[in-house]
Each structure stands twice: as C-alpha cells, then as structure tokens.
C-alpha cells in the first residue's frame, strides 16, 4: 500500500489535502514527519564522519585505579566548583576573592561577549583558576541547528584563546540545555559537555544554601554557581567562604574540572 492509500484509509486525506489541521493524528504526523526531517538535516549535513559519541558529565566517579599524578589519595573526596555567565563586575571579582582567601581553585565557564567586554578581568580569572566555553551570548540550545551551534561555540573559542593565549578545552550550555547538534558540534571540538549535580539557589539564604550543598555533596560532585548573568548571586558570596570551610572539614579535596576529570 502506497503512503497516500495508507493515509486515505486512516483518514488523514481528503481531496489531495492532509485533514485535521490542528488536531487528531494529520497534526501528530505532520510534527513528527517535519520535525525528524528538520533533526536530520541538523545532525547529517555537518556530521563528522568519525564522530560516535559524545561525553557528559554530571558527577565525577571515583578512580577504581591508581590515583592520577597530582590527585588526592584513594578514599579522598572530591568536588568542583563552577561558576557561570562571567566575567562580570558585579561578581567575579568578589568570588575570586574569596577563592584566594581560602586558597581553592575553581572553573568558570564565561560568556564570549562578556570576555570581550571585560578582558583584563577574564585574564585575572584564567591566571589561577581555569575557564570554559559558555557559548558567545548565552542562547537557549535547545533547539539549536548545527550552523547556529558551530557559531556560538566557535566565536566564543577563538575569543578566549585570543584573550587568555589558550583556547578552552571544556563546554557547558547554557541553562543546561542542548541539542543533539550542539552535542555533536561540542564533540566535534573536542569538548566533554560539563553539567552539574546540584547548585547555589539564589531564591535561598545563605544558610539554606550551605546547610543543603554540604548536605548533599559526594566525591565527585560539581557544584554550579554564577558570577554573571541576570541572577542576584550576592547569596553566592555570602555562602561560598562557609561551605569551603565546612567541605574541608569534610575531607572535601577541591579540584578544576579538568583535575577531577584526570583523577577519576
């Protein structure tokens, strides 16, 4: 049976037309046919030939192994601390300082137009601590096409290589949120998609927020927090100096991503 004669006796055509604008099964069919044709087109004009798969990451496991050169010995738990959406002056200065104070390192995944905006500050951030693509104006990738992807991470990767002298070796989407092309372009780039396990909530105290984040941590846990964007995230500072502290008492190693990464 041809494709026509199909639709016909399920009654989705009438008079050479599909039926049902808007409603019953023409609707759903028309959405899935043009939906998955507009997916393959995203993912099949640009897609490497050699690309299989993509890394993700929410939470770093513990090494089975021998611990990596540089990493904490068997048994000592890890974490990450992340920040988003920099540089900024509102904030990044701040939580650099207090960073300093207690003597952590962190990842902070910027914002290519806000490295351009602010380089001397983006520099500041690089010369201790390690910096991310967060993509060039921090789009929804949801739904984004491979053309619209390669751009945003593209232009923010030869920004920052241009300012920092390197390139960033590690991506994470804006809002958490991608499509399978953005994955695609990420791997295709060489970057691991950096996520996260659990997060500042600026809708809370400071309190709130260190009694739930020490609660909650585990060896391998990255911590997201923000020192740019539309966020109020002065909760951020005033928590961060008292989680630190209470996470090293917990025997809490801190470590870049690219650090938990290699001792995992």
């Known amino acids: 049976m041809d494709r026509r004669s199909f639709l016909r006796r399920a009654g989705l055509v009438a008079g050479g037309a599909v039926v049902g604008a808007g ?61 988003d959406d920099g540089p900024s002056t509102a904030y990044t200065a701040r939580v650099l300082d207090v960073l300093a104070a207690a003597d952590v390192r962190a990842t902070f995944f910027q914002v290519g137009e806000r490295v351009r905006a602010l380089p001397a500050l983006a520099r500041e951030v690089a010369a201790r601590h390690v910096v991310g693509n967060h993509t060039w104006d921090h789009p929804d990738l949801s739904l984004a096409e491979a053309g619209d992807a390669r751009s945003q991470l593209q232009r923010t990767h030869d920004e920052v290589a241009s300012v920092l002298g390197q390139p960033p070796t590690l991506f994470r989407p804006p809002f958490g949120r991608f499509s399978g092309a ?45 020192d740019g964007g539309p966020l109020h995230s002065d909760v951020v500072i005033e928590a961060l100096p008292e989680l630190i502290a209470q996470l090293k008492d917990k025997g809490f190693q801190f470590q870049t991503i690219p650090e938990l990464l290699a001792s995992g």
């Open 23 to 83: 409603g019953g099964l023409a609707h759903e069919w028309e959405h899935i046919h043009y939906g998955l044709a507009k997916s393959g087109h995203a993912l099949g004009e640009e897609r490497p030939p050699d690309l299989t798969q993509t890394r993700l990451i929410y939470r770093v496991p513990a090494a089975s192994g021998a611990s990596a050169a540089g990493a904490p010995s068997p048994g000592t738990p890890r974490i990450a601390l992340t920040f």
């Open 182 to 226: 953005t994955a695609m372009i990420a791997t295709s780039m060489n970057y691991p998609i950096v996520l996260w396990d659990t997060l500042f909530d600026v809708r809370q105290s400071a309190e709130a927020n260190i009694e739930q984040l020490a609660a909650s941590a585990q060896d391998g846990t990255i911590i997201l927090g923000h």
